[in-house]
């Protein structure tokens, strides 16, 4: 049972263009959500964060979108950059789940000069 | 946030040996966590190894194949025992402080 679903197992963006990345849940006792950029060769880096109080949360050129009803959210990089092409992971809490986090499978994104 | 010394990062193991990965953490942390990827897959939490106390295990994960060690504040260690192809993943440690969660580089682990 996959509670933490990235549906599209990579994505090809224009540089300069906006890169969205879906994540969906199933689990409506998660209350905090995080997205992680992965290279390969290394662990994964945090990107941005967002609780369930809110539904958007913003760091530069990245945005985390959450739509409760839906128990979807999305992230937002503009203007994409090449630098951005990685992997990236939908991971979430859920309360007192002793800070475990349930990871999504991986959004590979691409981005084309 | 802890930066965390994961080793080794790479390994080709013999089926039936073992392999005993290690993270040093900058800081003292109470909670680590060990996870396996797969190839395309999604991070899997293996356990919960918090100082103190004796790790705590994931469905499908039992402690004679995966032995972990919490000596200290700073420092864990994974066993993948008596490994086999199936076992070829890539292993991290992570840490949760305060500001949120620390990963190691990963181990990627090839069994043949």
């Known amino acids: 049972d996959q509670q933490v679903k990235q549906n599209s197992p990579s994505l090809s963006v224009q540089e300069g263009r906006i890169s969205i990345l879906n994540c969906d849940y199933t689990?409506?006792?998660?209350?905090?959500f995080l997205w992680y950029k992965k290279y390969p060769a290394e662990g994964p880096t945090f990107l941005i964060s967002?609780?369930?109080i809110k539904d958007k949360n913003e760091d530069g050129r990245f945005t985390v979108f959450l739509n409760k009803s839906a128990k979807h959210l999305s992230l937002h990089i503009v203007p994409s950059q090449p630098g951005d092409s990685a992997v990236y992971f939908c991971a979430a809490r859920a309360m007192d789940s002793n800070y475990q986090l349930i990871w999504g499978a991986g959004t590979k994104l691409i981005i084309k000069p | 946030s802890a930066v965390i010394s994961q080793k080794p990062s790479r390994d080709i193991c013999q089926r039936g040996t073992s392999l005993t990965i290690q993270c040093q953490v900058d800081?003292?942390?109470?909670?680590m966590f060990w996870y396996r990827q797969q190839p395309g897959q999604s991070l899997t939490l293996i356990a919960t190894a918090n100082q103190g106390s004796e790790a705590t295990y994931e469905s499908g994960f039992v402690i004679d194949k995966f032995p972990i060690s919490r000596p200290n504040l700073t420092f864990s260690t994974l066993t993948v025992s008596n490994m086999s192809p199936e076992d070829s993943s890539i292993y991290l440690c992570?840490?949760?402080?305060?500001?949120?969660?620390?990963f190691g580089s990963g181990t990627r682990l090839t069994v043949v």
């Open positions: 800081s003292q942390v109470t909670m």
């Open positions: 689990n409506s006792m998660f209350d905090y």
């Open positions: 967002i609780s369930s």
């Open positions: 992570s840490v949760y402080q305060g500001n949120g969660y620390t």
